[in-house]
């Protein structure tokens, strides 16, 4: 199999790494307009003459560049496998994909944890979720100044709202496609960007669960976690710590850890899953979904 990364960035950097270890990948060629050693690479998707010649493409660019680059792709290859970084926009688009077969990167959903957290709520009746991510984004990158990234810049498709979907994503794989209610989505800090820095939105899902959710920017004590009520039970998955925590309502607990999870674990099933044809990851259209939720969100707060 031949693969094509589009973006060299650290997340391009980390599926050529990932990609290189798979035994269904033979070669790996990159659009970037950085120096890259030792590799294939080509300035731009326009000077490859052959597109064809490609199974696998990922694109790995910023957030803005996503639609153009898909679209160029859907115009010009037939049959092939896409994986679009999340979020697929920066705004919701009309893109109709009928040529190809294409994923989003929500790779927690990959997370054995939050997989064994979808299991033991299989049968149950879920009443609400509190959903919180927050840590500090000039700690998010240590090779660049903050104000330099993308995640800095609202016209490249930065924002927390952007950055940190995939925590929309993974609640409408648990729970159900969610209705925002309510929102603030606000640049609240000191920090130097133009972008949103907060979100706090709280909705409900077609399963009649209510969602509270709150993402940033700005938080100096990293966190992500989930924590869920049912009729019977209550979870509490850490994923920094890589912990799940049951307890039902007798005080009645179970626990469960990985302690040690390698990040790449995760990419490493995902395209595992796309490449062999598994039902588990990200479709275009539930990426779309969550385009929907940020769409929501972003009516709500910038008219």
Known sequence: ???????????????????????????????????????????????????NVYDYFVIASETHKHFAQLHYLEERVVGKVILCEKPLFETKKALHVKNNKVFAGYVLRFHPLLQKLKACLKEATILSANVTCGSYLPHWRTNIDYRDSYSAKKDQGGGVLLDLSHEIDYIQWLFGKIQILNSIQMKISDLEIDSDDLVVAIGKTNKDTVINFSIDYISKIAHRKVFVTTNDKSFELD???????????????????????ERNYMFECMHDSILSKGCLACTFDEGMEVMDVIESIQKDNNG
Not at 3 to 16: A, D, E, Q, T
Not at 20 to 41: F, N, P, R, Y
Not at 256 to 261: E, F, R, S, V, W
């Open 1 to 51: 199999m031949k693969v094509l990364i589009i973006g060299y960035g650290s997340i391009g950097r980390r599926h050529h790494e990932v990609l290189l270890k798979s035994q269904m990948v033979k070669e790996i060629h990159l659009v970037t307009k950085q120096t890259a050693e030792e590799q294939i690479s080509f300035k731009a998707l326009e000077d490859i003459s052959d597109l």
């Open 239 to 261: 994923f920094i710590n890589n912990s799940l925590l049951q307890r039902d309502k007798f005080g009645v607990e179970e626990k469960y850890a990985i302690p040690g999870l």
